[in-house]
């Protein structure tokens, strides 16, 4: 299909934490937006933040994306999509609870798109995960590093055994996996119909700078809680330094991803991971101490010549096909601390 490169963009969930970014990412490249929320009360915000655009940012209300025809009135007259909406959290009990709103949020944006967009969406931008590409290995003593090739067959056969006994990440990586799954193969028994090409890109845990509406600690989302928990506050041992050994990415290049994902015509059809590299909750510790004295230091005894990581992503075809240029450490964890700062939180 061709490139979208200009027009306007479907983004739904867009006050989340990534969306947000994505809307800001297309707005500044020339698009316009229009972003879905579950609750009216979340539109003021959006508009305040958005306001130097004028008209090219508007808001509407989808209450529930797991209802059939959820998308149905959204989707009219875009010529892109980008479908950030999924729940990202670890406290499901049912697997379904976060399983069922994924794919079915997924799939109803593509119904959606098919029946009442069909003759002007060119694109539609899955915002998948690299949960969905990881499979956990057998042996953590061994370095793996995963491709596009790759599938998270594991969390999906763990949660269908398991149930409500498999472990709250799996649980999460199974959402991801099934629902990601489920577009490419509405797209397989629609590849007749479907006048739009689909873009999954793979991202690993997300940090950075939030634009999102937060005004405590407790509302960041749950991957900056976790930085914000482990790295500012100091709540961590030795060993939690030390752990996780898997890859990050700034939010500001997952949002730069999901605007050259339109882009980009050679990005059509691809599954695409996402990822600046690998870390240890050392690596931010000590960066965050660099930017300001407060923050505690990582710890002495974790050797970075030591550190393995076992789950590494293969971030060729972003570089290829997106031309990503992705930030270090060092300038996320400066942000985020600057930030942390500003809400006067430190």
């Given at each position: ?58 808001a509407?209300?989808?209450p ?46 593509l ?11 060119r ?10 590409v ?22 999906v ?6 149930g ?14 099934l629902?990601?799954?489920?577009a ?18 793979n ?144």
């Amino acid at each position: 299909m061709p490139a979208v490169t200009k027009g306007k963009v479907l983004v739904s969930g867009c006050n989340g934490y990534l969306a947000v970014w994505v809307v800001k990412q297309l707005l500044e490249d020339g698009y316009a937006v229009r972003g879905t929320v579950r609750r009216d009360s979340a539109i003021p915000y959006l508009k305040n933040l958005f306001q130097s655009y004028g008209d090219r940012f508007e808001a509407v209300i989808v209450p529930d994306i797991t209802k059939e025809g959820a998308f149905d009135e959204a989707v009219k007259g875009v010529d892109a999509i980008e479908h950030t909406a999924s729940p990202f959290h670890l406290r499901a009990d049912d697997p379904q609870e976060i399983i069922g709103p994924a794919v079915a949020g997924t799939l109803g944006v593509l119904r959606s798109a098919l029946a009442l967009a069909n003759d002007t969406v060119r694109r539609v931008v899955i915002t998948s995960s690299c949960s969905a590409v990881l499979t956990e290995p057998s042996d953590r003593g061994v370095a793996r590093t995963f491709s596009e090739a790759d599938w998270n067959e594991f969390a999906v056969d763990d949660v269908a055994a398991h149930g409500r006994d498999a472990p709250a990440v799996q649980k999460y990586h199974a959402s991801k996996t099934l629902a990601e799954r489920a577009a490419w193969e509405f797209m397989q028994e629609h590849k007749g119909d479907a006048k739009f090409d689909v873009v999954a890109l793979n991202p690993p845990y997300v940090y950075g700078p939030w634009l999102n509406d937060v005004d405590k600690p407790e509302q960041l989302g749950t991957s900056m809680a976790m930085f914000y928990d482990v790295v500012v506050k100091g709540n961590r041992s030795p060993g939690v330094l030390a752990s996780e050994g898997q890859s990050w990415v700034d939010v500001r290049d997952v949002a730069v991803a999901h605007s050259r994902a339109l882009s980009r015509e050679e990005a059509g059809g691809e599954r695409i991971i996402i990822s600046s590299g690998p870390w240890v909750w050392d690596d931010f510790s000590n960066a965050a101490h660099k930017t300001d004295p407060r923050i505690p230091a990582g710890s002495s005894s974790v050797d970075p010549n030591k550190v393995l990581y076992y789950m590494l992503f293969d971030n060729s075809k972003s570089r290829r096909l997106l031309g990503l240029e992705y930030r270090d450490i060092e300038d996320c964890t400066r942000e985020c601390v600057a930030q942390v700062k500003a809400s006067g939180w430190l």
